[in-house]
């Protein structure tokens, strides 16, 4: 039973657009979210995070939008560039009994750029 | 390097042999995690250490998984017997603060 959802398998957008990517939980004791960006052949990097204590965190281009009540997140990418065509994954943890440490990751979307 | 090294990149192995891999983390990072990425899924946790502790090895497959951190920084994750469902993408991944984990590059196993 996935926890952490990305509906979205792709996504395709133009540049200088606004990408929007998706993410659905189900665990309600996951209270910190985070977003990371994957290309091929290299391993995930860190992009953003938000605490549940938040409905809103921005980090230049990059915006993460968390509706608790709804129990979804969303990353915003305003204007988009080629560059940021990766895989994009959602991942939460929960701090209570000490889970903190253990990521859950949705499956990931592939987010495309077209010049 | 100033990033987490994970060798080798590439293992193919015989459906039955022993694998090893490794993880170097960045330096001073105390927290340790191993994570199993099949094709199209999203990294699934497999372990984690606190220096040289194992503290949660809740997310190994079986016991044909194991993993160490003897002296608190590089990390080996062993499998034995390999069968074709192990193949994947192991990432090595450290961190100072929970939560906001690097990843190596990863080591992708191939078993055939």
């Known amino acids: 039973d996935q926890q952490v959802k990305q509906n979205s398998p792709s996504l395709s957008v133009q540049e200088g657009r606004i990408s929007i990517l998706n993410c659905d939980y189900t665990?309600?004791?996951?209270?910190?979210f985070l977003w990371y960006k994957k290309y091929p052949a290299e391993g995930p990097t860190f992009l953003i995070s938000?605490?549940?204590?938040?409905d809103k965190n921005e980090d230049g281009r990059f915006t993460v939008f968390l509706n608790k009540s709804a129990k979804h997140l969303s990353l915003h990418i305003v204007p988009s560039q080629p560059g940021d065509s990766a895989v994009y994954f959602c991942?939460?943890?929960?701090?209570?009994?000490?889970?903190?440490?253990?990521?859950?990751f949705g499956k990931g979307t592939l987010l495309t750029v077209n010049p | 390097g100033a990033g987490v090294s994970q060798s080798p990149r590439y293992k193919v192995a015989k459906r039955g042999q022993d694998v090893a891999l490794r993880c170097d983390p960045i330096?001073?990072?105390?927290?340790l995690f191993w994570y199993q990425q099949a094709l199209g899924q999203g990294p699934e946790f497999l372990t984690y250490?606190?220096?040289?502790?194992?503290?949660?090895k809740s997310g190994l497959p079986s016991d044909r998984f194991f993993a160490e951190r003897p002296e608190g920084s590089v990390s080996t994750l062993k499998i034995q017997r390999t069968q074709q469902e192990d193949s994947a993408v192991y990432l090595c991944?450290?961190?100072?603060?929970?939560?906001?984990?690097?990843f190596g590059e990863g080591s992708r196993l191939t078993v055939l």
């Open positions: 991944a450290s961190s100072l603060l929970a939560g906001r984990l690097f």
């Open positions: 665990n309600s004791m996951f209270d910190y």
């Open positions: 938000i605490s549940s204590i938040k």
């Open positions: 991942a939460a943890s929960g701090a209570s009994g000490g889970s903190n440490y253990k990521l859950t």
């Open positions: 330096s001073g990072h105390v927290s």
């Open positions: 250490f606190q220096n040289e502790a194992q503290l949660d």
